[in-house]
């Protein structure tokens, strides 16, 4: 790998115009600069387009928009057209932060062993609250019974993927589950200690749509390769588990002391610091309970 590769970035895109213009933006400002930017576009009538143009003024973006299969196949095609040694895809309605690209990049370049690097997620609900989704290291078992990646936050090797091949065409809303596994028999994965992006969940998602498909396709997708058996899932659960209780805590304390290793992107900005609220945050390292003082536990922070 060279010391700056080229990271792609592929966005599927259709009828997005409410919230596209922020992902395009936030890939524009990374800190990180050796960057190229696909949309691959399904054919949008919204006002998609005309974001589009604007935006590809003075910028690494590239577009097209014709229709496609699917979100997938959009996927597919961008990194088809992708020159990078670096890949990752963003959704139409997810952000990176400023250093997402710069953090992802160094990981790979630090642990060549790697085929992949993941990190921490900042979900944003409906209603506005925050949530900080912390994710454990990786463990193929724990990704075959029971866990999902936080899919904006996965930077990946084209080496990679021209050995495993492209996504599945034939999914349509957990493509990138089954592509993490198909990539996980092959090549290790990595754990980031750092937020990476940013999630919005939202009633129109397609998973909240979709709950049918969603639950049909997980069953399909996970029956496709072996997974362990039930006291080893269960333990990889509970491991999985006191990991993010020790993640969250160890966060907690940084938030606190402005001190320690870890998230030092997100906690390096004050701003962050401060919009923790630290007895809700500290609530969520409950068992069972935990979860639910999440929401809410980080505010987004006020702006100068």
Known sequence: ???????????????????????????????????????????????????????ESGSALRWSSEPDSGMYAAINKGFSRASGEILAYLNTDDSYFPWTVETAVGA?????????????????????????????????????????????????RRSVCEEVGPFDESLQLLGDCEYWMRIAERFPGRKVNEVLALQREHPAAKRYVHGELLEQELGE???????????????ARIEAGLWRRRLAASFLA????????????????????????PARFAATLLPVVGRSFAPGAVKEPERS
């Open 221 to 235: 997708i996970r029956a496709r390769y072996p997974k362990p058996g039930r006291t080893a899932g269960y333990l």
């Open 1 to 55: 790998m060279s010391d700056r590769p080229l990271v792609s970035i592929v966005t599927p895109s259709l009828d997005q115009a409410g919230t596209i213009a922020q992902t395009l933006q936030s890939v524009r400002e990374q800190s990180y600069s050796n960057i190229e930017h696909i949309v691959a576009d399904g054919g949008s009538t919204d006002g998609t387009l005309e974001i589009l143009r604007r935006a």
């Open 108 to 156: 790979l370049q630090a642990h060549p062993d790697a085929g992949f690097v993941y990190g921490d997620l900042l979900v944003l609900w409906a209603d506005g609250r925050l949530q900080l989704d912390f994710h454990s290291p990786f463990r193929l078992a724990y990704l075959r019974r029971h866990a999902f990646l936080a899919q904006p936050t996965v930077f990946f």
């Open 254 to 277: 940084g938030a606190l002391t402005g001190r320690g290793d870890s998230w030092p992107r997100f906690l390096g900005d004050d701003h962050w610091r401060r919009s923790v609220a």
